[in-house]
């Protein structure tokens, strides 16, 4: 049934209106960023313009080893916990193993589960084996803490692919692993991608796990680096506004480059129903 034109126009008010004060707050932090020392102002614009400010950041910040710790540790964690996740996925929502639905029950328990709760037990458990201060300590920490979403995410989409999908397959006797590899994956290119640019996002904004399980400076990430440069430079706004846009731009990036596969995953769901 199609929407009359006052609804459609309230619609896109609406939309419009969400996206005005979204945006606000990102344009107030450009221009500050954009501004010279001695200028403030909320959201006048600057007198003098100037790229100065993220030079400065950059350099004070250290910015070149806190980019490439946050890479390091997405690139350990993204992957991972993909495929995971589309194998447990496959797994609870295809193979039905016995006890799939108190499983996939247990991981719907971890969405629950807040990081400021395990947080300190899970300090001392790295630590016991080596794996604080390091990379690999901090992927697998968060690999644990996005797989309930991720197995949620990816159980929901294979369970709405149609049976006769997997049946077919079967009746051409092809295994378990070829349906996955040739029937499944083929057609789960939006929910994939999706989920990609969520944990993407997630790895590269994690903040407490890294405060606490990566001591040393030169092996923290941008975002754990950017609160220690706060402390340092909290009076200088033109010099955290510039610091900050650091910090968001690779997010931003990531979103602008699948952003057709990001919304067709996410509206999947909607579209089916």
Do not use: C
């Not at 993909?82 to 496959?90: D, W």
């Not at 941008?222 to 506004?241: H, M």
Request: proline content about 4%; cysteine-free.
């Amino acid at each position: 049934m199609k929407s009359s034109p006052a609804v459609l126009l309230a619609r896109h008010i609406v939309l419009i209106l969400f996206a005005v004060a979204f945006l606000i707050p990102f344009v107030g932090i450009v221009l500050a960023a954009l501004r010279g020392d001695s200028e403030t102002g909320g959201f006048q614009l600057p007198h003098t313009w100037t790229l100065q400010n993220f030079a400065i950041a950059w350099e004070q910040g250290r910015f070149s080893d806190l980019m490439l710790s946050s890479v390091i540790v997405g690139a350990i964690v993204v992957p991972s916990t993909l495929v995971l996740a589309t194998l447990a996925g496959y797994g609870l929502a295809v193979l039905r193993p016995m006890g799939h639905s108190a499983i996939m029950t247990t991981f719907v328990i971890g969405l629950t589960l807040p990081t400021e709760l395990v947080i300190i037990s899970l300090y001392y458990n790295l630590d016991s084996v080596g794996f604080t201060n390091n990379y690999m300590g901090v992927a697998l920490a968060e690999v644990a803490l996005f797989l309930p979403f991720s197995v949620y995410w990816m159980h929901t989409h294979f369970s709405g692919v149609p049976r006769a999908l997997i049946e077919s397959g079967r009746i051409d006797g092809a295994s378990d692993w070829r349906i996955l590899r040739e029937l499944l994956l083929p057609i789960s290119k939006a929910a994939l991608t999706t989920l990609v640019v969520l944990l993407s996002i997630w790895a590269w904004n994690q903040f407490l796990l890294v405060l606490v399980l990566m001591q040393s400076p030169t092996r923290r990430t941008a975002v754990a680096g950017l609160g220690y440069f706060v402390g340092e430079y909290g009076t200088d706004i033109p010099l955290l506004a510039a610091a900050s846009l650091i910090v968001i731009a690779p997010v931003v990036v990531v979103y602008l480059i699948f952003q057709r596969s990001f919304v067709a995953g996410i509206t999947q769901g909607a579209i089916k129903g």
